[in-house]
């Protein structure tokens, strides 16, 4: 087992948070060694806790929708990494879930990213994701000055139904950010839609961990 399975097995098992989180801890991602693209997200929700599979939710559909994915290429983890800040379900707080639990940076998230050198492009999904990597700001403005975080990270708001609403104030995400996120997820992961390995359910090295 290389160094790589090793941490990802014992991330997989962890159950640090057992005495604070609501429900029993099931840790919930997916990566890959290979992988060229990580989706930085916040914590899974209450569905994603339920089903063990990442964006497995409304949300996970209208990110693909934005990022211009099939599901094979979204699952397919030698591509596409998916490792959020919490990689529990952190249960609810007032005005919707808790925030992402702080102890897995700490405990996995930083040793596993170190281990996945082929990243291009990370999309900092949620103002907890550009948090961790830009430090304090407002999530709208830097999605709308998105350019100057490329060619490596692009910030986008979080995909849950709320973003509906802040579409429509903000038009310009749409008409502006969108075809870039396409353009620049498809450089990241590969040369043409439809052309990915439509196995992507964690086949070869790539892991889903739930
Ligand atoms: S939230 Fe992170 S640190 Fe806590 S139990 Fe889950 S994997 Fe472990």
Partial sequence: MTEFDELAASARACRACSTVLPV??????????????LIAGQAPGS?????GIPFADASGARLREWMGVTEAEFYDARRTAILPIGFCYPGRAKGGDAPPRPECAKLWRNDLLALMPQIRLTLLVGTYAQHDALGPGRMTDRV????????????????????????RDNP?????????????VRRAIGESRGGANA?????????RMR
């Fill in 47 to 51: 569905k994603v806790h339920a089903s």
């Fill in 172 to 184: 310009w995400f749409e008409a502006e950010v969108l075809p870039e996120l396409r353009a620049s």
């Fill in 144 to 167: 709308r000055r998105f350019r100057d975080f490329l060619p490596d990270r692009f910030p986008l708001p979080h995909p849950s139904w709320r973003s509906h609403i802040w579409m």
């Fill in 24 to 37: 029993e801890p099931r840790p919930v991602f997916q990566i890959s060694p290979e992988a060229r693209l």
């Fill in 199 to 207: 196995s992507g359910m964690g086949s070869g090295r790539g892991q």
